[in-house]
């Protein structure tokens, strides 16, 4: 076996990692892995034994071609039917792996790799352009020098420099107050057992009054085309699935580093929700329900 192949292969969850964050989709993150690794095999022997470090020119690669791969997809959620949201994860610790060390950074106001999961973070990231977006992530999450992301972003350091702070603004401009996770996940039990009793009143009253709820069934299943807006909307939507459906199961998961809710239909997942909780309340609610987003949670339970 090559000596270098484990090596090489060691840095494939790191690349799924980044893949992942910049583009919101597992599927397409490992479509990138799969390309950077068929162009570094495509080199010769010694072009590969003339790169000083494989991981650095992995993540290289891999960073380009996210970049283009962020440029198409641009055009592809225009023609999106409905809303588009990022593909959500289940609770893998692997997820919230990194490599972290290398360049030296300012340590002021800096995003955690666990805080880089969660899906009011990757539906900001989705409102920067394709460089702010690769100029941030890889200097505020994975804490790579902007000089490295230069070569990677294919402008000065400088100028990357300025993404980062321009898409930074973005996350600060978004971020709400950290909540524990024991009183999100308390939050959102009550979300359940009141959605479950199909109690509108109870609903309302866990949720803020300007609270918004996204549907993403990508034109296969039906889901709401527009976001639901407003705590008695979305508590009279939810209660109206719950009765055209009696026969959904709703259970306690972990979605995308925080606490979640899986509805499974004859022991299917049907759709993901995840939640972002202010105080005592819900403000945000994504429901994901595109099947083609849902393969990871095949092997949800109801126990």
Not at 53 to 75: F, K, Q, Y
Not at 80 to 99: F, I
């Amino acid at each position: 076996m090559d000596p270098g192949l484990g090596g090489v292969m060691g840095e494939r969850r790191h690349l799924i990692n980044l893949a992942y964050r910049l583009l919101g989709s597992l599927a397409d993150a490992e479509d990138v892995v799969q390309e950077t690794y068929v162009r570094w095999y495509a080199l010769s022997r010694e072009q590969q034994e003339a790169i000083e470090s494989a991981g650095a020119w992995l993540t290289r690669v891999a960073g380009r071609i996210c970049l283009d791969v962020l440029g198409s997809a641009r055009v592809r959620r225009e023609r999106y039917v409905g809303e588009w949201l990022p593909e959500p994860l289940p609770d893998r610790g692997e997820w919230g792996e990194g490599r972290l060390g290398g360049a030296v950074v300012d340590p002021a106001d800096r995003v955690t790799l666990d805080e880089s999961l969660n899906m009011a973070f990757l539906v900001v990231l989705e409102s920067m352009t394709p460089a702010e977006r690769v100029a941030f992530v890889l200097h505020d999450v994975f804490r790579y020098s902007f000089a490295e992301v230069g070569e990677i972003v294919g402008r000065s350091a400088a100028a990357c420099r300025q993404l980062a702070s321009s898409a930074r603004r973005r996350v600060r401009a978004a971020r709400v107050a950290a909540v524990p996770v024991a009183r999100q996940a308390r939050v959102v039990r009550e979300f359940r057992r009141a959605w479950e009793a199909q109690d509108i009143e109870a609903l309302v009253g866990l949720l803020a009054p300007e609270a918004s709820a996204v549907g993403d069934g990508g034109g296969v299943v039906s889901a709401a085309l527009r976001p639901v807006v407003g705590a008695r909307a979305i508590a009279s939507y939810v209660v109206e699935i719950a009765r055209q459906v009696p026969e959904l199961v709703v259970v306690e998961r972990v979605v995308n580093g925080r606490p979640g809710l899986v509805a499974l239909r004859d022991g299917v997942t049907v759709v993901v929700m995840a939640f972002e909780v202010d105080g005592d309340r819900v403000w945000r609610i994504w429901g994901v329900r595109n099947p083609e987003k849902l393969r990871s949670w095949a092997g949800v339970s109801q126990g």
